[in-house]
């Protein structure tokens, strides 16, 4: 009797850490484009790569570059990104390289922030704890000064949307609703006009997301609490029996 009681327990216990595929993945994307523009009298220079895929998660990279020379002025606006998966509830994006290197620029544009960048489309199974951590940095000859940092939206129920600043670090969190769909897209902000002169610029965007069962409610608890009591106590009784 003494073992069926220990068996009991340890089953109960063990419905309240069981876990299950709480997120199905659909698809995901990087994708990159950059504009330069030396001078106005020249035409702006635009490139652009990336790859994608649909439920399988495989790693993803992009790199584009983007130069522009024209009348004795260079612009060279650059971009980088690669995405890896642990599975498809968690996951991690480096930005290694965003920005632009100008010289004798009396007036023109270095835009590397064209592209979608990245993008991972899932469904939600569960009710779960969506957390993006990030961490961003840069600088330059101007201290950063057109860079922007990186925008994150989620869509989907309790989506947002996000402006993370240069030089920042956190943790995003949503509540994700079992039955829906959502898509996770982060990009860059960096682009400058104007007379640039000869600068370097450049920031660096390292992200990381994943899932977590959400915390029960307190009623929940309760409940689970009284069913385990109760298992034990008609345990206890058939043994005295």
């Known amino acids: 009797m003494r073992k069926s009681l220990i068996v009991l327990v340890t089953l109960v216990l063990g419905l309240t850490t069981l876990s299950f595929a709480n997120v199905t993945a659909v698809s ?4 990159l484009q950059a504009s330069s ?12 790569n990336g790859q994608s895929q649909g439920a399988t998660l495989n790693p993803l990279s992009a790199s584009v570059s983007a130069l522009s020379q024209c009348n004795g002025a260079l612009v060279n606006s650059f971009a980088d990104v690669a995405a890896t998966f642990a599975s498809a509830n968690a996951g991690s994006i480096g930005f290694g390289n965003i920005g632009w290197s100008t010289s004798n620029v009396s007036l ?9 960048d990245y993008n991972y489309s899932f469904f939600a199974n569960a009710n779960e704890l969506l957390n993006l951590s990030y961490a961003i940095a840069g600088g330059g000859d101007l201290g950063g000064f057109g860079l922007n940092g990186f925008s994150v939206v989620l869509a989907g129920p309790n989506g ?32 400058i006009s104007g ?46 029996l």
């Open 28 to 31: 995901s994307q990087v994708f």
């Open 37 to 48: 523009q030396a001078d106005l009298s020249c035409s702006p220079v635009v490139n652009s």
């Open 108 to 116: 023109g544009s270095a835009l590397p922030y064209l592209g979608l």
């Open 160 to 191: 947002n949307f996000n402006f993370l600043n240069l030089n920042t670090s956190g943790v995003l969190s949503w509540n994700l609703v079992a039955g829906n769909s959502y898509s996770l897209t982060i990009t860059n902000g960096a682009n």
């Open 195 to 240: 007379a640039l002169g000869t600068i370097n610029e450049s920031m660096s965007g390292q992200f990381g997301f994943s899932t977590a069962a959400t915390t029960p409610e307190p009623s929940s608890l309760l409940l689970l609490g009284t069913g385990l009591v109760g298992a034990v106590g008609v345990v206890r009784r058939k043994i005295n």
